[in-house]
């Protein structure tokens, strides 16, 4: 379990389809690019995109990112992509971190239009580590998705759920990403000449 000690949280007001800017105190990796900015949207999802640029709030039903074309879909974490509000005295948003860690926290949010409640985390690292915690999940009317996602149109994502909340498989799990997962130049040096194995991939491949 994603669980950490004393650093101070910080709470935040999400409205209903909203979000907040949030700092990350490192430089996080996530395919191709190195982010010190996010947006922690109500709807359990941390973006990199500018919400204000992309106009996105991730609502409300959880998407198929291996069927979805794109932008204002792009890099982002799906802890838990759904209809998601913060509608009783309990709820909290909130993150915790120093320059080792960042968690982002769901806590007692109530899927919308219920008294349903749901608690999940975030967790990422500046390796590139990314943990997803669920922690308690009860979502019955709604379609949830669990994943992370890059530019979607060249097939930049992973997908470890997508369909009814009802169902949802394994609430009490953590799912990790190392880090391999989201760098192009681990999965295709080609993608830039700047990558390590760049110049040995271009030459294999000109002699295939």
Excluded: R
Excluded at 39 to 49: A, D, K
Excluded at 64 to 93: E, M
């Amino acid at each position: 379990k994603l669980t950490y000690g004393s650093d101070p949280k910080t709470y935040y007001n999400i409205p209903d389809d909203g979000y907040v800017p949030v700092d990350i105190p490192f430089a996080f990796p996530f395919y191709g690019q190195n982010y010190t900015k996010s947006y922690m949207f109500s709807n359990g999802v941390v973006g990199f995109l500018d919400p204000t640029t992309h106009g996105n709030g991730f609502c409300c039903d959880g998407i198929n990112l291996a069927s979805n074309p794109g932008s204002p879909w792009n890099f982002a974490i799906y802890a838990l992509q759904t209809d998601l509000i913060q509608g009783n005295a309990n709820a909290k948003f909130y993150t915790q971190g120093n320059s080792t860690y960042l968690k982002y926290a769901w806590e007692n949010i109530n899927e919308y239009g219920t008294n349903n409640l749901n608690t999940f985390s975030i967790t990422l690292k500046p390796t590139g580590y990314i943990g997803i915690q669920h922690d308690s999940i009860n979502v019955q009317n709604h379609n949830v998705t669990t994943g992370i996602a890059g530019d979607l149109s060249q097939g930049q994502y992973s997908q470890y759920y997508n369909g009814p909340g009802s169902i949802f498989p394994i609430p009490g799990s953590t799912m990790t990403f190392t880090g391999t997962e989201t760098n192009l130049c681990y999965s295709n040096p080609l993608s830039s000449p700047t990558c390590p194995g760049y110049q040995q991939a271009y030459y294999n491949q000109q002699c295939s």
